[in-house]
């Protein structure tokens, strides 16, 4: 099991963009799925992106083509990169680690855009 810490929030303008990060405690390479997941204001945490220790990756409709995670196995680093950000965007954003005998969460990191 790892442990995870993710950083890279902050306050932009709409239109902007930031890289967040997540560091896991150890090894990445076993786990089957890392995911970024966000909640904003009044809402349920839902997810934005995964992907799989194949490669594969998933979007959410409303990040498609704006957004980008990447996994670095050798690093045990997660990142999204997030591209033309728009003020519905603004949330705390959480990484998730989910392998075939434990689900790890990150703390959250607030991402706030403004218009």
């Known amino acids: 099991q790892v442990q995870l810490q993710a950083c890279g929030g902050g306050l932009v303008q709409a239109g902007g963009s930031l890289r967040l990060s997540c560091a896991a405690s150890?090894?990445?390479?076993?786990?089957?799925?890392m995911g970024w997941y966000r909640q904003g204001p009044g809402k349920q945490r839902e997810p934005v992106a995964t992907v799989t220790r194949s490669g594969n990756t998933n979007y959410a409709d409303s990040v498609k083509g704006r957004f980008t995670i990447s996994r670095d196995n050798a690093k045990s680093t997660l990142d999204l990169l997030m591209n033309n950000l728009k003020p519905e965007d603004t949330a705390v954003y959480y990484c998730k680690a989910t392998s075939y005998d434990f689900i790890e969460w990150g703390q959250g990191t607030q991402v706030t855009v403004s218009s």
């Open positions: 150890g090894s990445i390479s076993s786990i089957s799925v």
